[in-house]
């Protein structure tokens, strides 16, 4: 049974930084890709960054220059480091991986308050 386990949400100020933690467990290969995506109170979940096992990244149009996405060696633990935070980074967090089929993580929250 593949399980995610996500750390790392919390209150900062606006300008502030949180790192996202990820980690996949229950799969003896690692995922084809993991990512992180956000929503917002009354908006649509939104892709954030991606991660493919290729090293290949991608990164919304919101959150580049600001948002970094890795991963460790072995290919099963994703971080989001999110630094210059605004309020409009306020959403809940959820951790994706993708095998034959989607998996998420629980979801955290993160709150920037200007």
């Known amino acids: 049974q593949v399980q995610l386990v996500e750390s790392g949400g919390g209150l900062v100020q606006s300008g502030g930084s949180l790192r996202l933690s990820c980690a996949v467990s229950?799969?003896?290969?690692?995922?084809?890709?993991m990512g992180w995506y956000r929503q917002a109170p009354g908006k649509q979940r939104e892709l954030v960054a991606q991660?493919?096992?290729?090293?290949?990244?991608l990164y919304a149009d919101s959150v580049k220059g600001r948002f970094t996405i890795s991963r460790d060696n072995a290919k099963t633990t994703v971080y989001l480091q999110m630094n210059s935070l605004k309020p409009e980074d306020t959403a809940v967090y959820y951790c994706?991986?993708?095998?034959?089929?989607?998996?998420w993580g629980q979801g955290t929250q993160v709150t920037v308050y200007s």
């Open positions: 994706n991986a993708q095998f034959d089929q989607d998996y």
């Open positions: 229950g799969s003896i290969v690692s995922p084809n890709a």
């Open positions: 991660i493919s096992r290729a090293g290949i990244t």
